[in-house]
C-alpha cells in the first residue's frame, strides 16, 4: 500500500544552524505534499506544501524541495530558533482528503 | 468561522463499550477525515469521505464505522472498544483546489480504553 518514510526520527540543532527532515513516498501518482508542525498536546498546524508540478516552495525560513523521479521531498528550516522546536509531519496525497502521513520527527533547537 | 470542531475533548470507556465521536465544520469543505495517532507516532487514516453520501477506508479502518449524510457533519463510531483503539483522534477537513489541498484538523479526541 501507499507509504512515506521520515528520517531522522530525531533531531537536535544549535540555533541559527539550519534544519533539514526527509521523506521518501511510495505511490508515484502522489501529486500533493504538506509539511505539518505539531506542538506538544497540539493538533497538528499546516506549515508549507508543494504540489508535484513544482520542485521547490519557499516561505521565509522554510522551504520544501520535491524530486519525482526519485520519489522523495525535503523540509529546510534555516536560521532555526528554540520556538521552532516541535514535531514536523510530512505527508503525501493523491487524492483531496487522503493524507498518508511520515513517522514524525522530533525537532530540538538548543538556545 | 468555527473551523474544525470535535467533540468530546476527552472520553474514557470501558473494553466493550461503543460510542461515537464528532466532526463538524463551517467551511462547506468537501473532504472530511479521521486520523488516530498513537504516542510518538504519526497520523494514520481511519476513514475519508469525499462528500455527503460516500465514505471510503484509510489505512486502519478496523473496528470504526463512519457516514456522511451532510457536508458539515462526520462521525466517527467505535462498535465495541478495545484497549488497543486507546489514541488521539483527529477529524480534519479539505479545501481543494486551486493547487492545493489544504487539511484543517480539529482540536482532536483523547480517548482512553480501559
Known amino acids: 500500500g501507499e507509504n512515506v518514510e521520515q528520517h531522522p526520527s530525531t533531531l537536535s540543532v544549535q540555533e541559527g544552524d539550519s534544519a533539514v527532515i526527509k521523506c521518501t513516498y511510495s505511490?508515484?501518482?502522489?501529486?500533493?505534499f504538506p509539511w505539518y508542525k505539531q506542538e506538544l498536546g497540539k493538533r497538528p498546524q499546516l506549515i508549507i506544501d508543494i504540489r508535484s508540478n513544482v520542485g521547490e516552495k519557499k516561505d521565509q525560513r522554510i522551504a520544501v524541495t520535491l524530486n519525482k523521479t526519485a520519489k522523495h521531498f525535503s523540509l529546510h528550516i534555516t536560521e532555526t530558533q528554540p520556538e521552532d522546536s516541535a514535531v514536523y509531519f510530512c505527508?503525501?496525497?493523491?487524492?483531496?482528503?487522503?493524507?498518508?502521513f511520515g513517522q514524525g520527527t522530533t525537532l530540538q533547537v538548543k538556545p | 468561522n468555527a473551523g474544525v470542531t470535535q467533540t468530546p475533548k476527552f472520553q474514557v470507556l470501558k473494553t466493550g463499550q461503543s460510542m461515537t465521536l464528532q466532526c463538524a465544520q463551517d467551511m462547506n469543505h468537501e473532504y472530511m477525515s479521521w486520523y488516530r495517532q498513537d504516542p510518538g507516532m504519526g497520523l494514520r487514516l481511519i476513514h475519508y469521505?469525499?462528500?455527503?453520501?460516500?465514505?471510503d477506508q484509510g489505512e486502519v479502518p478496523n473496528g470504526y464505522n463512519v457516514s456522511r449524510s451532510t457536508t458539515e457533519d462526520f462521525p466517527l463510531r467505535l462498535l465495541s472498544a478495545a484497549p488497543s483503539q486507546t489514541s488521539v483522534y483527529f477529524c480534519a477537513s479539505t479545501l481543494s483546489g486551486g493547487g492545493t489541498d489544504t487539511q484543517y484538523f480539529g482540536p482532536g479526541t483523547r480517548l482512553t480504553v480501559l
Open positions: 505527508a503525501a496525497s493523491r487524492r483531496g482528503g487522503k493524507l498518508i
Open positions: 469521505s469525499v462528500g455527503a453520501g460516500i465514505t
Open positions: 505511490d508515484s501518482a502522489s501529486n500533493y
